[in-house]
């Protein structure tokens, strides 16, 4: 089995055209809608188309499927564009019965141009009658108004009697500029001597006599390195030729079992499949005999193990003589490591002793350069008392300061408080004066604008929305359903094993997805190449911008309805599974 190439990418183009067209629908179907006449106590709103045509395609592509399941005299046609859905298509040989294919603008109905009209009922007109005449009322009051209005801006503003506007406060005196000095810091102390050698300890033994050791020993007879000249193939092939004896009768049967049935599916021994499946059972019968040539070797290799083994018993008396001639030379070796380890242990007693005398030459040293160490510290301790107690003294000093300035800025936040009430106050006392003010032009400005006449106002009912079928989610599923497939595919081929059984069983092609879009308007340059078991025909067409073979699913929908589903998109799809 070959490997299969993976699916194309459907062609966003096309996607977004086919997507178009169903948000163009959603939106019509939702405005259709939502156009509802309203009639309430008050009046009624209508709607009303006034003109216009827009296409219909739902009725357009009944026909089309209808036209194109049609038989066309002699099979014959060509592939022409169609600009009605902006694709070639198979145009079949037109005869008397058939007639022309049918065309979009065949397929109109009442565009959506329209305009609405609020209509009172004889209550709704007399209250707005009587709203006009009580704005009317309103200006009239407010005409007579005006000369106060007037009277009331001619007269300046009198400031007289309120509070002095604070314009800026007294600064604080008196903050601290320094922080007092706390004294001297000590910066360093006497240094102290300490000891840098030590007495000598003596000499160290570095070597000692060396002690003769036994170098070999007696030969005890070569070791067997081969076993008999005998391979046993002659047995090998006895056990390959009862094997095959069986094998290749079955193998016989089972390769015309299978050239059969492969001509009962109707599938023709020149055509490419039909080697395929042949050239899948020969490497399944190869397999097989290859089973029987690895028994042969199996039976070889017996043979040949008994053989070894006896060579194997030869070779452990032969070991054993060495072992005993060895076990002589190491009983003298070890008597000659005794003696050296006896020249170690009296070299060693010798540095001990010496490291004895370094060790405590190395205590009288560090013991000096210890008590050097507690004079230098007690010397560092006494400055860091005495620094210690600067620092303290530095941040007494240093808080004072900050205590003053803190209360000096106080007293300036008390002057800004006093400063900001007294222009509060002010600037409420005026607050009063404009609104005494401007209170007629106030009054008047209300009696003008007064309410509003209001039209008679129409509870809208509930909005209806209709979601557009999702063509994008469909073209995205079928590309993802062939990826998941060529997936599939691509594991099969990589991980089939074959074997002695199963020779001859038939499989789907690799080709052919499990479930697939197959609805006519999606396809283009649509080729008939042969004739399904079930009598429906077997195409080779463009889809998302690939060439693929397969059926059509309104010819499935005639013979086997149960393997065509319809897709969310409202296009058909075909379970191939069931065919």
Known sequence: MCQPSPPAAPDPRAVAGAQSEFNERAARTTAALNRYDTKTPYGSQTWKNVGGTTPDYDAFNQALTAYNAQPAAGGGGSYQYNPDVGAEQWMPQQNMNRGAAPTLDQFQKPGDQWETSINLSPEGQQLFDSQNRIATNLMRTAGDQLGRVERTINEPMNLYGLPDRVSGVSPSTGYAGGIADAGTITRGYDPVQFGSSFGDAGQIS????????????????????????????????????????????????????????????????????????????????????????LAGGQEQSRLFGLDLAKGQFANQAQAQDYGQALGRGAFGQDAASRELAQRQNRMLMENQAQAQAYGQELGRGTFANDAASRELAQRAGRASFANQAQGQQFGQNERSAQFQNAERQ?????????????????????????????????????????????????????????????????????????????????????????????????????????????????????????????????????IFDRRERGVMADEVLTVRPQAVLTHQSGYLMVDYGKL
């Open 206 to 293: 570095r070597s000692y006599d060396p002690v003769q050791f036994q170098s070999g020993f007696a030969d005890v007879g070569g070791a067997q390195r081969s076993v008999g000249a005998n391979d046993f193939s002659a047995d090998r092939q006895r056990v390959e030729d009862a094997i095959l004896s069986r094998l290749n009768p079955m193998i016989d049967r089972d390769r015309e079992a299978q050239r059969a049935n492969l001509i009962l599916r109707g599938h023709n021994p020149s055509t490419e499949a039909f080697g395929r499946e042949a050239d899948q059972f020969n490497r399944q019968a190869n397999d097989a005999r290859m089973q029987a040539v």
């Open 410 to 542: 106080q007293q300036l936040q008390e002057q800004l408080a006093n400063a900001n009430l007294s222009n509060s106050q002010r600037q409420a006392a005026l607050q009063e004066l404009l609104a005494l003010r401007l209170n007629p032009l106030n009054e008047l400005n209300a009696l003008r604008t007064g309410n509003q006449v209001q039209m008679p106002q129409f509870t809208p009912g509930p909005s209806v929305g209709v979601q557009p079928a999702d063509y994008t989610g469909a073209a995205r599923m079928q590309q993802q359903g062939q990826q998941a497939q060529y997936q599939a595919d691509v594991g099969s081929a990589n991980n089939m094993q074959t074997g002695l059984f199963g020779i001859g069983a038939a499989t789907a092609p690799w080709w052919m997805p499990l479930i697939a879009a197959s609805d006519r308007r999606l396809k283009s340059n649509i080729v008939r190449i042969g004739t399904h078991q079930l009598g429906i025909g077997i195409y080779e067409y463009n």
